[in-house]
């Protein structure tokens, strides 16, 4: 029977690296809203997402916070990375975004795996090229796109991540997310929602393309 390790890594790692990992990657388990990683904390394991969704933020000098990326089954963060192997304090915080599970690997492993397994390595610099091009793309939507198009595509990212077109968010946390305010949110959401691409419900947010997708694929 599979461990969570290699249901998750198997199709990436060599069974001689999961065999190693496994005895020595702690596995946690987190729920929706719980930080698993802080603004200036030092990181001494780095994080494989066995299950779940975690968003890694930035904070600005307002203290508002801005969602770099989101990381998913069979992913790590760049970031954790470059923090684990400088030994320098995180810069970024990470906030589950859905329930899931962890394995959370002592960084004593790290250069020693990355030398003899090319599993790893290969592992190591592709989510750090993931990541950047992510990063470069968070910065692009902030400087070249207009709010209501960066909302209506964090919904989408949203829907994703959960698989579900119901986005179960406040207009204040969406607004924390996409560092802006409450108000000006909730005139965007209103304004997409009289272009018939979204329902405001009492307590979430349904996207109506992706539900009309749903059910043409459905036959419905």
Sequence with gaps: MKGPIEEAYGAIFEPALIDEMAPVAKLVAFKAGDMLIDIGKYIRTMPLLISGAIKIMREDLDKGELVLYFIEKGDTCAMTLACCMGDTKSEIRAVAETDGVVAMVPVSYMETWVGKYPSW???VFSSYNNRFNEMLE???NLAFMKMDRRLYNYLLEAAKITSSDVINKTH???AYALNSSRVVI???LKALENE???KLNRNNIELLELTKTSRRKAGT
């Design 121 to 123: 390595r290969a592992f």
């Design 138 to 140: 968070a910065i692009d």
């Design 172 to 174: 204040q946390e969406i």
């Design 186 to 188: 909730s005139r965007l």
């Design 196 to 198: 018939g691409k979204v």
